[in-house]
């Protein structure tokens, strides 16, 4: 069965302090690695897709990077802005379709 | 370019009663997909569609229905409403049938459904 696990549940950093997400996945081919932020009462905002092991994709302070078996999320000096949800999905291959199966996510808080 | 546009953003139902959700996908982007979020069980697929044509049903009782329109927009429904059924429903759309090197996904703001 396709699943995807998220760690840690909740994370608190101290503005500045930089770490990592993880994101374990269990599927029967790849087809894409999704990675969303979502704040409170809105829809995920799509950050990074990611297809093969050995990619990594940047977009700020965020770091995405993907092996067979999981991706990360490294943030780099975060800022309070960047408190939010933070969601990994998998597509598979054997959906012949766009369904993604989500992890239970992991809730970041910066302090300043 | 606009994004995923849900509506009702809000609304409250009383239970037994039924509810429409639509969705205006980005233009361009033929297939549609709906996910059921909750605290306890997070984001769960309901259904896709894609060219007026239902792809894939998650594991919902039949009390979940969808369409989609010839112009992409799709609409959900859900019949003899339950307390369960009190949620934020997403909808996605992305811009190609799947391909090998898969696609980007975009979502909406959601409608927030209280049933009670």
């Known amino acids: 069965e396709d699943q995807v696990t998220q760690s840690p549940e909740a994370l608190r950093l101290q503005e500045g302090e930089s770490s990592s997400l993880n994101c374990s996945y269990t599927v029967s081919g790849l087809r894409g690695l999704f990675w969303y932020r979502q704040d409170p009462g809105k829809g995920p905002e799509f950050l990074f897709t990611l297809y093969s092991a050995g990619e990594e994709k940047e977009k700020e302070r965020l770091k995405a990077t993907l092996t067979k078996k999981e991706s990360f999320l490294h943030i780099t000096a975060p800022k309070p802005e960047d408190s939010a949800t933070y969601l990994c999905?998998?597509?598979?291959?054997?959906?012949?379709?766009?369904?993604?199966?989500f992890g239970q996510g992991t809730t970041l808080q910066v302090k300043p | 370019k606009a994004g995923v546009t849900q509506t009702p953003r809000y609304l409250i139902k009383t239970r037994g009663q039924q509810v429409t959700l639509s969705c205006s996908p980005i233009?361009?982007?033929?297939?549609v997909s709906w996910y059921q979020q909750t605290p306890g069980q997070g984001l769960q697929f309901l259904f896709e569609?894609?060219?007026?044509?239902?792809?894939n049903k998650g594991n919902f009782p039949g009390r979940f229905s969808g369409r989609q329109f010839s112009n992409s927009r799709s609409e959900m429904n859900v019949s003899t409403l339950e307390l369960g059924d009190s949620a934020l429903y997403l909808c996605a759309s992305s811009s190609k049938s799947p391909e090998p090197s898969g696609n980007t996904i975009y979502f909406g703001e959601g409608s927030w459904l209280t049933v009670v």
């Open positions: 569609y894609f060219s007026e044509t239902q792809r």
């Open positions: 999905a998998v597509q598979a291959y054997s959906s012949n379709t766009g369904k993604l199966i």
């Open positions: 233009s361009g982007h033929r297939s």
